[in-house]
């Protein structure tokens, strides 16, 4: 019989694994084209509008395989509900059967795709990092953030969103976690004032364009994981001297780089992998003078690696006790 | 938080529900484009063997839309395991919340796998069913036979299968359900000796040939749902009258109709849908004179069906306690 893991229990989960480690240690096995993932399952829906994605795969040789299905329904925030729902289902790699469900609500995907921009601002940032830049108000412009913390020193913080009202809330509750944020008037503002930026908006039209860059600065792009969801101008990603997919195959389908090759700025074959990045370091940034892109669309494997994180750690847990 | 609902309260929930027609419905609703089914995600093994498959999908306008995980790994009954598995997952139209995780075990994809073929029989099959052929030994073999009860009035059964200790156990097992039962020593004898057949294996090599038929003859092929898995020679289907599919996007993926149209034998414009025989009759069997094959690879709208009335069933429940 299953586990039934509760999100209060994946929490206290969390607190005991190495997140980055394992988001680390997944990438570099995906790049090496050592991790089963099959094309993202999509279901759209119009009224009202949401979507829903499946991601699957395996390690082979590991002990399970993960299905995970998170959703999105933006007006749910208006009716009193989290926009973003899901879990994951763990099973054995050996004989099918379902070892865990983890009712985690969509925390894991928002954990693990924090946990993916920090990984990208470690290796990716120049250094020292004197301003972070947020794009968005909502729950990955707060863990993108909250999850710099290992990786910079860095507290000082410019925010631009839609909405003002979520923008202030946002000032407050970023303070309260130890940052200094100011909020700035308009995206390009915070490209040209900051040296790490994240964009964490569900925005379908370009936020930045090449016009707002400036040496030095990296962006990591995570809000757009679908094809017509777009933060980036094309020309953003055809001025940069790195761009890094956390996925090829994904991000020429959906995503920020999906945009650039289509509109013919850039090339597909330029872009590297962040588990290529990882294994390498050569192969990312060279100099304190380059601008880098980073495009999270979010890998199966992320979830993979975090799903079987709290599974083993509940499950250990559980035989300790 | 969502409902979790185990198997005996599934099975229990089953007891209430015509399958049939909610099978029946749900097949119309696709064959006349009113189902969003994405293709299906699939996982394979190799050591040792299994197969994963994700089916999803919704009725536009429903409450719900549906994610079902089932599992195939064939070595699990010699460890002692049953080798199909699974869960289906209901979740909000409306605002993507998981409602409800039924724990079937795999059990909801057997019914309404045997339901399918019990609609398939009671709408193609030339009547009156003189004996029934059953290939295979397994749970669908078993399945199959039971849920034709309601559709024909025939007991007699000619059941051939690989392993001779697994035949005489169904043997026994399906007299013991008011069948009569005797056993083939080939594949072909069924055929020949049968008018309404149910392939229900799951072989990598045809097990008939265009020679084992005669007219009258109505083959039900449901073991093969990958596209390596193969029941019926091409030549079954390149001499057929009539091939319905319950998909035909899915049965020129996998199945036995992509074999057919492979192996240039059978063109794919002229396989109906099982949803368009049932909306319009005259689509079906036109004489007691021919041969009528269908394939069914399992649709998602099946799992949408079931896995809804189920639910709703519970839900109901709960709500006049």
Redesign the interface.
């Known amino acids: 019989m ?1 586990v ?1 893991i509760p999100l209060t229990e994946i929490r206290r989960a969390l607190e005991g694994i190495d997140v980055l480690q394992a988001m680390e240690q997944g990438f570099v096995a995906y790049s090496a084209g050592r991790v ?1 993932v ?1 094309p993202v ?3 759209l ?1 119009d009224d ?1 509008a ?1 979507d ?1 994605h ?1 991601k ?3 390690i082979p040789g590991d002990e399970y ?1 993960v ?1 995970k ?1 998170a ?3 933006y007006d ?1 925030p208006r ?1 009193g ?1 989290p926009a ?4 994951m ?1 763990v ?1 054995s ?6 070892a865990a ?1 983890l ?1 985690d609500e969509g925390h894991l995907t928002n954990v693990r795709t924090a946990a993916a921009g920090a990984v990208v601002a470690k290796h990716l940032a120049a250094r020292p990092v004197s301003r972070i830049g947020i794009l968005g108000a909502g729950v990955q412009a707060r863990m993108q953030l909250e999850f710099l913390k290992p990786v910079t020193d860095c507290r000082d913080v410019l925010v631009w969103g839609r909405r003002a009202d979520a923008v202030a809330t946002y000032r407050t509750d970023m303070e309260a976690h130890g940052f200094r944020v100011e909020i700035a008037a308009a995206p390009g503002h915070v490209a040209r004032a900051c040296d790490l930026v994240v964009t964490a908006t569900a925005s379908h039209a370009p936020l930045l364009t090449a016009a707002d860059l400036h040496p030095g600065l990296h962006v990591t792009a995570m809000g757009s994981d679908t094809a017509d969801k777009n933060e980036l101008a094309p020309d953003v990603l055809g001025r940069a001297d790195l761009v890094v997919a956390d996925s090829l195959a994904q991000c020429i389908e959906r995503g920020e780089i999906h945009h650039a090759v289509r509109a013919g700025v850039l090339e597909s074959q330029t872009v590297v992998e962040l588990g290529r990045v990882l294994a390498d370091p050569t192969r990312g940034r060279s100099s304190g003078h380059q601008i880098t892109v980073a495009d999270l669309t979010g890998v199966a494997v992320q979830d993979i690696q975090i799903a079987t994180a709290v599974y083993r750690r509940v499950r250990g847990g559980v035989d300790a006790d």
């Open positions: 299953a039934i089963v099959p399952g999509e279901l829906f009202p949401g829903v499946i699957y795969g395996y395989f299905i299905v959703s999105g329904f749910n009716r509900l973003n729902s899901g879990l289902l099973f790699q050996k004989t099918g059967e379902l469900i009712l």
